[in-house]
């Protein structure tokens, strides 16, 4: 009965993550506008047949930008998850298989990364790097190093002592060969699922970045920064908080519950077990 | 007991250290030239060298860390180069306002997240745990910026309930000022809710699991009784470590809000410190909010020690 139901939650947030990824798959082939053609002489329009989502404080159409926006949260997402884990995974596997002296100090290294509320973090690297999209994707992975460090730490010391790993060990297999040959197997699950709620919290990030006028730059379009760019014409035509909003909410929602779905699912089969 | 205290000091001291090297070393890379940022384009070279000599900019990034170490460690961080005024100062006018939001949102979302987490736990896969998981989900996914808008168009310009912008003192009146720190606290509450809830959920699942659960039952305690007084007792601790965590995720929030908001705040402060590159400033507020968060979770995990028998006798073997 849970499973099935465990299914329903993965279901839900993959046809969430697939509504996101069609949108964005179309908006390189077929844009309704030019998503950054203004035109003052449509001014805040309502929806219509014409703009699906109706105009913004420049005239230009909504549901163009949305469709652009989401290439750039997808490409942003991925790849600062996948530069972080990385990195993330080399350090806490280090960090796992080294004694003493050098284990303490990278654990402490990682704790350190830790205590940076993410968005500080972001936006501290943003100064050094200076504003716009790739340095976001720079911030956001170094964001992610240490999460995924501290999990392929304590994965990696779980499985350490396993008599797998000691054969492999007693052929004479070397420290980097045990890692990605025989232990990376075993935990890569966890990773996976680590990932997918990851590129959540990025595509979080990302668009705090890009509202606070960090990260995308106009006049390209991101949800974050379309959120800005509307918020003092707001109060007056509320409905621009909307459709990037609900589209970003839409997109988190469905790596979250994917993230889930399979974390309850790994849990459960290691209960069982 | 005070062996693992001290450890535990020593361990955060190293953390903190850390990462006042690292943060320094990092913002040594903005580019641009503090005393060009405080005197101006129209300085002349005489003026500017003069000047980068009395920053200490001459020197090599090491000696400029030790003196930058040593006047930390006497609580002096240094003059902003944008406001030319003392960071501490500049820190401890905005922090009020940040630390209201932080305690205010906090005291909205804890005992909220207790009654769902409980109730969710207690029963468990019926309606009330659907909703309760539903609630999380959507509290996780949501943006804080983007909620803290909404509620501004909605609450303060459509229904008048609260002020727009802007932050009343405590000093112009307690109910004022509370006033005027709420919808943004309702905001940050609404994020935290969602880790709250997980968190006291499941380590309320694993304290009715406990053998001392069915103990109480066989002794023929009604199920209210055996909840409130053994179960919640157990399940209550755990979270006391995700609440230290959670304020790192608060003091972001915090920027957001604020900004939004526009609060004169800690976060205010920080977007201004980036966004003008102002170095000393930024080392001085990421300094002191990461402290704050090392030392939070220093303090709890002492705590933790203290009010959990369990761990502590496990951890006297050592």
Not at chain 1, 229 to 235: G, K, N, P
């Amino acid at each position: 009965m849970s499973k099935l139901k465990d299914n329903k939650l993965l279901v839900f947030g993959l046809i969430l993550v697939m509504i996101v990824i069609s949108i964005c798959v179309v908006s390189f082939f077929y844009l309704p506008h030019d998503p950054n053609a203004m035109n003052t002489s449509d001014r805040f329009q309502s929806p219509s047949i014409e703009y699906l989502l109706g105009t913004d404080q420049f005239g230009r159409d909504i549901f163009s930008r949305i469709m652009v926006s989401s290439q750039y949260a997808l490409l942003i997402g991925l790849v600062s998850v996948t530069l972080g884990s990385f990195l993330g995974l080399i350090l806490g596997a280090i960090a796992a298989t080294s004694k003493g002296f050098v284990q303490s100090i990278l654990m402490r290294i990682i704790d350190g990364f830790m205590a940076f509320p993410g968005i500080l973090l972001a936006m501290m690297l943003v100064a050094v790097l200076g504003k716009g999209l790739w340095n976001a994707v720079i911030a956001i992975a170094i964001f992610m190093v240490p999460v995924f460090a501290r999990l392929s730490y304590s994965l990696v010391l779980d499985q350490k002592n396993n008599l797998y790993v000691k054969a492999a060990k007693s052929y004479g297999a070397s420290k980097g060969r045990i890692i990605f040959k025989h232990i990376l197997p075993t935990i890569l699950p966890r990773l996976i699922t680590q990932f997918s709620a990851s590129i959540g919290s990025a595509i979080l990030i990302e668009s705090s970045l890009s509202f606070l006028g960090l990260g995308v730059q106009p006049p390209d379009a991101s949800w974050g920064l379309m959120l800005s760019e509307s918020r003092q014409y707001t109060l007056t035509y509320p409905f621009l908080a909307f459709p990037s909003g609900i589209i970003l909410i839409i997109t988190v929602l469905g790596f979250n519950l994917i993230g889930d779905a399979l974390n309850d699912s790994m849990v459960k089969r290691r209960a069982s077990a | 007991m005070l062996n693992f205290i001290v450890k535990r000091l020593f361990s955060g001291l190293v953390v903190l250290f850390f990462i006042s090297l690292v943060t320094f070393i990092v913002l040594m890379w903005i580019p641009g030239d503090p005393a060009l940022l405080s005197l101006g384009t129209d300085a002349t070279p005489e003026k500017l060298a003069e000047l980068r000599e009395s920053m200490g900019l001459n020197l090599p990034w090491y000696e400029q860390y030790y003196q930058w170490l040593t006047g930390f460690l006497v609580g002096n961080l240094g003059n902003s180069y944008v406001f030319g005024e003392d960071v501490f100062t500049l820190l401890v006018q905005r922090l009020p306002v940040t630390i209201s939001l932080a305690v205010l949102s906090m005291a909205i979302a804890i005992p909220i997240a207790i009654v769902i987490g409980v109730l969710s736990a207690i029963y468990k896969e019926q309606w009330i745990d659907y909703i309760a998981r539903s609630v999380m989900q959507l509290g996780d996914a949501m943006p804080q910026f983007w909620l803290a808008l909404v509620f501004l168009v909605f609450f303060s310009a459509g229904l008048g309930w609260f002020p727009v912008a802007g932050f009343t003192p405590v000093e112009e009146g307690f109910f004022a000022s509370l006033h005027s720190i709420l919808l943004p606290s309702i905001v940050l509450a609404i994020g935290q809710i969602g880790p709250l809830i997980r968190i006291i959920r499941s380590s309320m699942l694993s304290s009715l699991e406990q053998d001392y659960m069915l103990m109480t039952s066989v002794n023929g305690f009604t199920k209210f009784r055996s909840i409130g007084k053994y179960a919640l007792r157990g399940a209550i601790i755990a979270p006391l470590t995700i609440i230290a965590m959670q304020l790192a995720g608060i003091l972001g929030g915090a920027v957001l809000v604020e900004s939004i908001f526009a609060l004169p705040g800690l976060g205010r402060l920080l977007l201004m410190a980036v966004e003008q590159r102002d170095l000393i400033l930024l080392q001085g507020i990421v300094i002191f909010v990461t402290g704050t968060v090392v030392v939070v979770n220093m303090v709890t995990d002492i705590l933790y020690q203290i009010v959990n028998p369990m761990i502590r006798f496990g951890g006297s073997h050592e």
